[in-house]
């Protein structure tokens, strides 16, 4: 179960006197919206604005939403800061409750596994709901001779990694352990850091080693890039987000698939779905926005959907060994 505490968000709603805060909520949470609003209002004299819209993180800041609202305060849940907002905001953690004894359990089990597998020294990362059970796990590793590393990433706390962010991911350990739920995470760490990836997931109650998910996800990729390779006409998608707006990158792409004699044309979208695409006759896509899109909605798209990295492999640029997820971002 998540762990929510409104006592930081309370005392900055007091303290800025605002008058509207606007209170943005990950998917998951949003059945506990009407809650946690309840509980804003009865508590300070603010009123309490929730946006509908989906969030993708802190690169999502629901800024314009605020500014439609007259917000003196934006509420983002789940996150940690990303870029600096036009409209202040304060970011909201979220944990999971879990227990000491059946983690310790979990861990005990982990450090046996990495043992037989001759691992001596690990880096441990884990996505921002997970961090505050880094030193119960650092405790029991070390307890098994186990060394552990966790690193402090580029714009992000010690250990934590983003869908866009594996910089604190060690590249001196034996192997990388991953402490949370999921594979999207675990299978960037693998091609970013070209380390052996171990899974630790406490709502499972589970702890192995990251191997057949990988070679699958290899071979439903490169399919893909497969299908693309004829492409004539290629739509390059832009994100309106401000966190995932990358202008720059969506011109270097242009120049790149024109070099090819292929034609470019680019699209921009606030939200970028699969049905906004159906009347665009073109022959594959390349998103320049969050890489989560397109490695979680390709197969929702009638028109193959590519990250970056990947273009430059249908176009004969770079080769199929030299796929690395961390070249996306």
């Not at 998917?27 to 989906?54: C, F, H, M, Y």
């Not at 870029?83 to 944990?95: A, D, K, N, R, W």
């Not at 695409?277 to 890489?291: K, R």
């Given at each position: 179960?998540?762990?929510?505490?409104?006592?930081?968000?309370?005392?900055?709603?007091?303290?800025?006197?605002?008058?509207?805060?606007?209170?943005?909520?990950?998917?998951?949470?949003?059945?506990?919206?009407?809650?946690?609003?309840?509980?804003?209002?009865?508590?300070t004299?603010?009123?309490?604005?929730?946006?509908?819209?989906?969030?993708?993180?802190?690169?999502?800041?629901?800024?314009?939403?605020?500014?439609?609202?007259?917000a003196?305060?934006?509420?983002?849940?789940?996150?940690?800061?990303?870029?600096?907002?036009?409209?202040?905001t304060?970011?909201?953690?979220?944990g999971?409750?879990?227990?000491?004894?059946k983690?310790?359990?979990?861990?005990?089990?982990?450090?046996?596994l990495?043992?037989?597998?001759?691992?001596?020294?690990?880096?441990?990362?884990?996505?921002?709901?997970?961090?505050?059970?880094?030193?119960?796990?650092k405790?029991?590793f070390?307890?098994k001779?186990i060394a552990?590393?966790?690193?402090a990433?580029?714009?992000?706390?010690?250990?934590?990694?983003?869908?866009?962010?594996?910089?604190?991911v060690?590249r001196q350990?034996?192997?990388?352990?991953?402490?949370?739920?999921?594979?999207?995470h675990?299978?960037?760490?693998?091609?970013?850091?070209?380390?052996r990836?171990?899974?630790?997931?406490?709502l499972?109650?589970?702890?192995?080693?990251?191997?057949?998910?990988?070679?699958?996800?290899?071979?439903?990729?490169?399919?893909?890039?497969?299908?693309?390779?004829?492409a004539?006409?290629i739509?390059?998608?832009?994100?309106?987000?401000?966190?995932?707006?990358?202008?720059?990158?969506?011109?270097?792409?242009?120049?790149?698939?024109?070099k090819?004699?292929r034609?470019?044309?680019?699209?921009?979208?606030?939200?970028?779905?699969?049905?906004?695409s159906?009347g665009?006759?073109?022959?594959?896509?390349?998103?320049?926005?969050?890489?989560?899109?397109a490695?979680?909605?390709?197969?929702s798209?009638?028109?193959?959907?590519?990250?970056p990295s990947?273009?430059?492999?249908?176009?004969g640029?770079k080769?199929?060994?030299?796929?690395?997820?961390?070249?996306?971002?």
């Amino acid at each position: 179960m998540l762990r929510i505490d409104l006592k930081k968000a309370v005392e900055e709603i007091k303290k800025r006197s605002a008058k509207i805060v606007l209170l943005q909520l990950p998917e998951g949470l949003k059945t506990r919206n009407l809650e946690i609003a309840s509980e804003l209002q009865k508590k300070t004299s603010a009123l309490v604005v929730s946006t509908l819209d989906p969030c993708f993180g802190a690169c999502d800041l629901a800024e314009n939403a605020a500014k439609q609202v007259g917000a003196d305060l934006i509420l983002h849940f789940g996150h940690s800061q990303f870029y600096s907002p036009e409209v202040p905001t304060i970011f909201v953690p979220l944990g999971y409750e879990l227990e000491n004894k059946k983690l310790k359990e979990l861990a005990s089990r982990a450090a046996e596994l990495l043992k037989k597998s001759g691992i001596k020294k690990i880096s441990l990362c884990s996505t921002i709901q997970y961090l505050d059970f880094f030193g119960l796990l650092k405790k029991e590793f070390e307890k098994k001779g186990i060394a552990i590393e966790i690193p402090a990433g580029k714009n992000a706390s010690p250990g934590q990694v983003l869908g866009c962010n594996y910089s604190a991911v060690s590249r001196q350990a034996d192997a990388v352990v991953f402490f949370g739920d999921g594979l999207f995470h675990p299978l960037g760490i693998a091609f970013s850091s070209k380390k052996r990836v171990f899974i630790i997931n406490p709502l499972e109650a589970e702890a192995k080693e990251l191997a057949g998910e990988k070679e699958l996800f290899l071979k439903k990729r490169f399919a893909l890039i497969e299908k693309a390779m004829p492409a004539q006409k290629i739509g390059i998608l832009l994100s309106g987000k401000k966190g995932q707006f990358k202008m720059q990158k969506a011109l270097e792409l242009k120049e790149l698939i024109e070099k090819h004699r292929r034609q470019a044309f680019l699209f921009t979208a606030d939200l970028i779905r699969p049905d906004y695409s159906l009347g665009i006759e073109v022959d594959a896509f390349v998103c320049t926005a969050c890489p989560r899109l397109a490695i979680d909605d390709a197969s929702s798209f009638r028109k193959p959907l590519l990250n970056p990295s990947e273009l430059e492999i249908a176009l004969g640029e770079k080769t199929f060994e030299e796929y690395e997820i961390g070249e996306f971002f």
